[in-house]
């Protein structure tokens, strides 16, 4: 499978874009202004503790407080180790109000959601997280190879040994790019992670409240250090590939031949479509090749998808063309899921299939598909009204809240009230004013099609209305007003 990671560099934002065979698969959007926060470390101080939710809030210095479960609080042993084989405590045992508390973010903040927030510190290199506070060497779920696991984690206990020994303590995961590593490079990372912990302890005892303690690396680093081995990286600034190089030579050289600049007229984005791809990806409906076509809808609850067979009428029978439509729906779905990071409760309402091995294909259809997703996801079977239900973590805002903000005209709602509506609600408003006061003439200010309904359509009402209340009534445009805004005047 070919797989290039472009990477679009401006003074106002750093874009990331992971194409498989020719095709647009996720999108990473940092901007300058408005950076995530996911595996930034915080000093910061306890400000509510609520035992209701087993919860906290803490303000590290964000617009808003971040929110920590009780679960993600683990009290220290007497060796200043994680003890996680407690039950949850009473979040009233573990902080209190005032209290300084070092955490990490685990979740960006969404919507009107503070991030959430985690004691149970780590950071990251190229092919190991480090985790102070606990002793377990673990190895990434998505390595499969059961011999490949085994050796790794006989490699990483070897090579951490010594460190052991000297009191460095602290546990490892080893992440899914160090699947094939060779022992050099796994012991490579070893003492980097922990000089890195070790000036972030010094940091911490010295920090104020609220500070940050450890910002990740900026995006089109983390892209070397995180995203698996492509066969090409292209960035379109001289600037960042000279970062990217240096930090390649030293952290991640096998990836040093692949990083190549761009140095094309034509935007890098352009060249591989990937615009056109963004747009579309803010759109509803998607497009089947079959004739098909999915509806996606995201709220702050879920997010459901429609499956719809449209125009492909197929060639054989009602069940074949359903299945078919099902099948290259749920290989669309996956894609767009990681492609607009949709996450969190998602309801999948594919066409109803009779045959139940039809169902089953489909569902496998879509658990291989989603196996490439770096999210974790969850795939349950199909209930009884026929959905499927599934789970995809989320911990950064989906393309459409970091690209998009609420319609001002609709406030969101993703309608607004029809001219009809509104011109009825002109005629109470008025029957309100005139018994209220006593004047000879209204003055209405609405849009241009609201006017035009008042004038055309409701002509009679308006008449009838006139002589009802004994007063004339006066229609004027505005041209900056939205369908639904309008205004009376008493003259």
């Not at 290199?125 to 984690?153: C, F, N, Q, W």
């Not at 803010?282 to 997010?303: H, N, R």
């Not at 299945?323 to 607009?340: D, M, S």
């Not at 018994?435 to 609201?450: G, M, P």
Request: aromatic share 6%; net charge negative.
């Amino acid at each position: 499978m070919s797989e290039d990671i472009l990477v679009n560099v401006s003074p106002t934002e750093t874009r990331v874009a992971l194409v498989e065979n020719g095709m647009l698969q996720e999108v990473y959007i940092e901007r300058t202004q408005r950076k995530g926060f996911v595996g930034n470390i915080f000093k910061g101080k306890v400000v509510r503790v609520l035992p209701g939710m087993q919860a906290a809030f803490v303000d590290i210095g964000l617009e808003r407080a971040g929110f920590i479960h009780a679960a993600d609080i683990a009290p220290l042993d007497e060796e200043g180790m994680e003890d996680r084989q407690r039950d949850v405590a009473d979040i009233r045992l573990l902080v209190r109000e005032g209290q300084s508390l070092v955490v990490q973010v685990a979740k960006d903040p969404i919507s009107t959601k503070g991030a959430r927030l985690t004691t149970h510190l780590s950071v990251s290199s190229r092919y190991l997280v480090y985790m102070p506070y606990t002793r377990h060497i673990g190895i990434s779920a998505r390595i499969d190879d059961e011999a490949e696991r085994e050796r790794l984690k006989a490699l990483v206990e070897e090579c951490t040994a010594p460190f052991q020994e000297s009191a460095k303590g602290g546990g490892f995961i080893v992440r899914t790019v160090a699947e094939g590593a060779s022992e050099d490079e796994l012991r490579a990372d070893i003492p980097f992670l922990y000089k890195l912990w070790g000036e972030l302890e010094n940091k911490i005892k010295h920090s104020k409240v609220p500070d940050v303690v450890y910002e990740d690396l900026p995006l089109y680093l983390r892209t070397l250090r995180d995203l698996a081995r492509p066969e090409k990286i292209r960035v379109d600034s001289r600037e960042a590939l000279g970062r990217m190089l240096e930090f390649a030579d030293e952290y991640a050289p096998e990836t040093k031949p692949l990083i190549e600049h761009y140095p094309g007229e034509r935007p890098l984005f352009d060249l591989y479509s990937v615009e056109d791809e963004i747009q579309k990806a803010l759109e509803k409906k998607v497009q089947l090749k079959s004739g098909g076509y999915l509806i996606i809808e995201q709220t702050e609850a879920m997010v459901t998808i429609d499956v719809n067979t449209g125009a492909f009428v197929g060639h054989r029978n009602l069940e074949e063309t359903i299945f078919k439509t099902n099948l290259e729906a749920a290989t669309v779905i996956a894609r767009q899921l990681r492609l607009r990071n949709l996450g969190g409760i998602i309801i999948l309402d594919f066409i109803d299939m009779q045959d139940l091995e039809h169902q089953r294909q489909v569902l496998r259809t879509l658990e291989k598909m989603t196996d490439r997703d770096r999210a974790k996801t969850k795939v349950t079977g199909v209930s009884e009204l026929g959905l499927v239900e599934m789970t995809r973590k989320r911990t950064r805002e989906s393309l459409e809240q970091v690209l998009c903000e609420a319609c001002s005209v609709c406030d969101g709602r993703g309608t607004v009230r029809s001219a009809e509506t509104i011109c009825f609600e002109v005629f109470r408003e008025i029957l309100r004013e005139a018994r209220a006061y006593d004047n000879e003439k209204f003055l209405v200010l609405a849009s241009q099609v609201v006017i035009d309904r008042l004038l055309d359509e409701e002509s009679a009402n308006v008449s009838d209305l006139e002589e009802f209340i004994g007063c004339s009534i006066q229609f004027q445009v505005e041209s900056v007003y939205s369908q639904e805004q309008y205004d009376i005047i008493l003259v």
